[in-house]
């Protein structure tokens, strides 16, 4: 399966922490972006690395790529209780037209 | 401009019906595709339209179909319904159809089917 694997499975922090999750990935890409969903609802678009690519910033994320690791990290600075919920990293390979494949997901919890 | 449209938003179906889901893109858009989000498997991909043409197809069984208008709308059908069935189904479109490349995918807020 190219299914990825997200760590943690589940983060809680306060609010003013960081966060730091993690994707690994089993095949060769040419992107992977990364989503976020709060409970019950579809998923929003965050950011997208390309392969060549090796960190990306947007507003308080940070998002890495390690092709030679196969893992890419997200990074949210001084987080909010808005950012509780659950972020998915998603993978794209050459030549599948839109077919994504989606991480197992990390469950963060903000406490304000 | 409006996002991704899905409905219904909940229903509920009995073993063995049949289900139609629906799916209107963003303007403009010409790929749809659609996944299944369950607890046990998490996201699922089911298949892609572009064009009116299914281009890719993940791993479920022929109960699954899908189509997709000259208008990019798209609906999605599942018979012969099984309990394991139950799941949030999401549908995504984006501009153009080449998502290995780097494009966006931008999903609705999903379907929520419940077989009983």
């Known amino acids: 399966s190219q299914q990825g694997e997200e760590d943690p499975q589940a983060l809680s922090i306060q609010e003013g922490e960081n966060a730091t999750m993690n994707c690994s990935y089993k095949?060769?890409?040419?992107?992977l972006q990364w989503y976020r969903q709060n409970s019950g609802r579809g998923l929003v678009h965050l950011i997208l690395?390309?392969?060549?690519?090796r960190e990306k910033h947007s507003g308080r994320l940070r998002v890495t790529l390690d092709t030679s690791k196969k893992s890419s990290s997200l990074l949210i600075t001084a987080s909010r209780a808005a950012d509780t919920a659950s972020y998915f990293c998603?993978?794209?390979?050459?030549?599948?037209?839109?077919?994504?494949?989606f991480g197992t997901g990390t469950s963060l919890t903000v406490i304000p | 401009k409006a996002g991704v449209t899905q409905t219904p938003r909940y229903l509920i179906k009995t073993r063995g019906q049949q289900v139609t889901l629906s799916c209107s893109p963003i303007?403009?858009?010409?790929?749809v595709s659609w996944y299944q989000q369950t607890p046990g498997q998490g996201l699922q991909f089911l298949f892609e339209?572009?064009?009116?043409?299914?281009?890719n197809k993940g791993n479920f069984p022929g109960r699954f179909s899908g189509r997709q208008f000259s208008n990019s709308r798209s609906e999605m059908n599942v018979s012969t319904l099984e309990l394991g069935d139950s799941a949030l189904y999401l549908c995504?479109?984006?501009?153009?159809?080449?998502?290995?490349?780097?494009?966006?995918?931008?999903f609705g807020e999903g379907s929520w089917l419940t077989v009983v």
């Open positions: 998603a993978t794209g390979a050459a030549n599948t037209g839109n077919q994504f494949y």
């Open positions: 339209y572009f064009s009116e043409t299914q281009r």
């Open positions: 995504a479109s984006s501009l153009v159809g080449t998502g290995g490349l780097g494009n966006t995918i931008y």
């Open positions: 690395i390309r392969s060549n690519e």
């Open positions: 303007s403009g858009h010409r790929s």
């Open positions: 095949t060769s890409i040419n992107n």
